[in-house]
């Protein structure tokens, strides 16, 4: 197949840019050469002479072909098993009996020690034959592959090409060392991803180079030397089946993190809701683990499910982390050198309720600090959601029990007056902030659009009821509508009637009748009351008009105690016994942590239709339950 007159002058700039700017050497033209590989045996060997000895290369090589060339594996598997070679080495003998040694594939330490190559139509035999544009290599390894397209195709028919490529019938051995796969053109500039990266998930990123065309402005910023080995190194994580490296906003967060961790100086990670802040805590914490001597992390959260979340993020990722059990495990574990990735809910530093003050709650706190403790280790706090989290109190109390630690707050909520000024002053100055608007210009996020609605006291549109009644009554014979058109006829009139509450709920059951991504079932809905009591009113409601699938979010403790001395008379219940007589009915017999689970999971997971959420405005801005 030719390639196309503009595809080809694409791809004699990027080859150009890869010899004279980001100066790697050009292995030429592959598209004849026989048996091309993503392991290139002479160039690996050219590199790792002088620092090894024959039978140590001949065995480490030897090695990482028998696991790059298996059929049996997946090739998440395979190429997970690849990268720890990469990354931490291979350890082979070099005679029996002899203490095994590490042979490094690259030099992590210094960069531009290892040799960079290029090279463009790389004929791949497989069960089918194909062809990358461009394949970066490094010590002969072949870390990149990108596939270039003109101006006027969609970036996107790359991306698809890479994606088809990874399959059993064409080349997926050959991605078995692949490190980022990427796709480009002129006009779109570079998308890149990981393998199995589904093509909606492709990331474009975004530095200013100075190069004034898109392409090569990308091309430059990712496969420097440095950032390119930097990026591998650092930044690539397999969490639980999928591969996965970072945006823009993530790199450039960890970056200034880092240079704020090595002057000894916390502040805070305002990045919006949704932009992945536990990947950058995963890289955070694996970067200070690496790179500072005697170090050890500790992440607090103040919700169950997010200490949970947080745990499972980090095993996901073969990264042993302890969660304390208590607070007195947590002051144990502190005390003690055994692990250096711990996670802990800010309430098992104390058994703070609704009835504690916080000079209860912070005297608790203290109490579990025995005679001669102190914690072992250079100690790094990171505090998840920290505009919530840290009132002065709680932060007087950490400074007691970790004294000379390092904080770092990670945020994704724009900061109210008192909280801004609070948490400036517990945490110090901003580190990186990457905001709403920037996330959702990326991508990153949806908007929040909203629709503007008076609720009126008298329900006065015929024709909004008649598009009810042809909603309600779709697929009815006519006998069954007319039948139907009885009762409806009333509909005006029954509105009129009822109260503010009621008439919000029939808005919002007509809305989720006939809106086309509601009625779907793809999306959820989310309801914000201006009370507890209020909300559980909107739930009776909802259970009344045949929504089901429907729960409340809010702080209730709905607990036999919370109705302590609530009993008026016989027959009059207080707000405080309807709320908990309501969250009963909710619960079903199940305690509040399994029922918060399996909410989740419906609305996550599941397609089910008429989804509705009812959050209370206090919490709304720290809600990230789905």
């Known amino acids: ?114 040799d960079f190559y290029v090279a463009e139509e790389v004929t791949v035999k497989g069960k089918h034959e194909k ?49 980022i796969v990427m796709a480009g053109s002129d006009s779109e500039g570079l998308r890149y991803g990981v393998i199995k990266t589904p093509e909606k998930n492709f990331l474009t990123w975004k530095e200013d180079t100075g190069i004034r065309n898109r392409l090569d402005n990308h091309l430059y910023a990712m496969c420097k030397k440095e950032k390119l080995l930097e990026l591998i190194h650092d930044f690539i994580v397999f969490d639980s089946g999928k591969k996965k490296m970072p945006r823009h ?6 970056k200034a993190a880092q240079e704020h961790l090595r002057r000894r100086e916390g502040g805070i990670i305002w990045h919006s809701q949704g932009s992945g802040k536990s990947l950058m805590m995963i890289w955070l914490a694996k970067w200070i683990k690496e790179n500072i001597d005697d170090s050890r992390v500790l992440i607090i959260t103040d919700r169950d499910e997010l200490d949970e979340q947080i745990e499972g993020f980090f095993f996901g990722v073969d990264e042993k982390i302890y969660r304390t059990k208590s607070g007195r495990d ?56 920290c505009h919530r989290t840290q009132s002065g109190k709680l932060h007087e109390a950490m400074k007691k029990i970790v004294p000379n ?19 400036l002053e517990v945490f110090g100055r901003y580190i990186h902030t990457y905001k709403w608007d920037e996330a959702v210009a990326d991508g990153i996020i949806l908007d929040l659009e909203y629709e503007a609605r008076n609720i009126d006291q008298y329900m006065s549109s015929p024709r909004k009821i008649d598009q009810w009644f042809d909603a309600k009554t779709k697929g009815l014979t006519d006998y069954a509508k007319a039948v ?96 908990y007589d309501i969250y009963q009915k909710m619960l079903n017999g199940k305690d509040p942590h399994t029922f918060e689970k399996e909410t989740k999971k419906m609305f996550v997971e599941e397609p089910q239709k008429m989804k509705l959420l009812i959050v209370v405005d206090k919490l709304l801005t720290g809600f990230d339950a789905v």
């Open 131 to 179: 062809r990358p544009d461009v394949v970066l290599y490094v010590n002969g390894i072949a870390v990149v592959i990108l596939e270039l397209k003109r101006s006027i195709v969609s970036v996107a028919e790359g991306i698809r090409q890479n994606l088809d490529n990874q399959k059993d019938i064409f080349i997926k051995n050959f991605f078995a060392t692949n490190q």
């Open 484 to 579: 139907l058109k009885k009762r409806w006829g009333t509909l005006q009139k029954v509105r009129s009637s009822q109260s503010r509450l009621e008439r919000i709920v029939a808005d919002i059951i007509f809305d989720m009748e006939t809106k086309p991504r509601l009625i779907s079932g793809r999306g959820n809905a989310l309801l914000v009351a201006g009370s507890i009591y209020e909300a559980c009113k909107y739930y009776e409601l909802f259970q009344e008009r045949g929504l089901k699938k429907c729960a409340i979010v809010t702080s209730y403790d709905s607990s036999i105690s919370s109705i302590k001395g609530e009993t008026v008379s016989d027959d009059e219940d207080t707000d405080e016994i309807q709320k």
């Open 405 to 423: 630690a390092v904080t770092v707050g990670f945020t994704g909520t724009p900061l109210l007056n008192k909280d801004k000024k609070l948490s």
């Open 249 to 254: 906003s993530q790199y450039f967060g960890v």
């Open 1 to 114: 197949m030719t390639i196309g007159q503009i595809e080809r002058k694409t791809q004699d700039r990027v080859i150009k840019l890869f010899q004279e700017k980001l100066d790697y050497t050009y292995l030429g033209n592959w598209e004849e050469r026989e048996d091309n590989s993503n392991i290139e045996k002479e160039l690996l060997t050219k590199f790792l002479k002088g620092k090894y000895s024959d039978t140590l290369i001949k065995k480490a090589i030897s090695e990482l072909e028998k696991v790059a060339t298996n059929q049996n594996k997946s090739l998440y598997d395979i190429n997970k098993e690849i990268y720890s070679m990469l990354r931490y080495g291979i350890k082979v003998k070099e005679k029996l009996g002899e203490n095994k040694k590490t042979v490094w594939l690259i030099d992590w330490e210094n960069p531009t020690k290892n």
């Open 330 to 385: 947590l002051i144990k574990t502190l005390d003690e050198a055994e692990h250096s990735l711990i996670c802990s809910l800010i309430h098992k530093f104390g058994r703070r309720d609704q009835s504690n003050s916080d000079d209860d709650y912070f005297n608790e706190l203290l109490s579990n600090v025995y005679k001669n403790f102190r914690a072992k280790g250079d100690l790094y706090v990171f505090v998840d959601e």
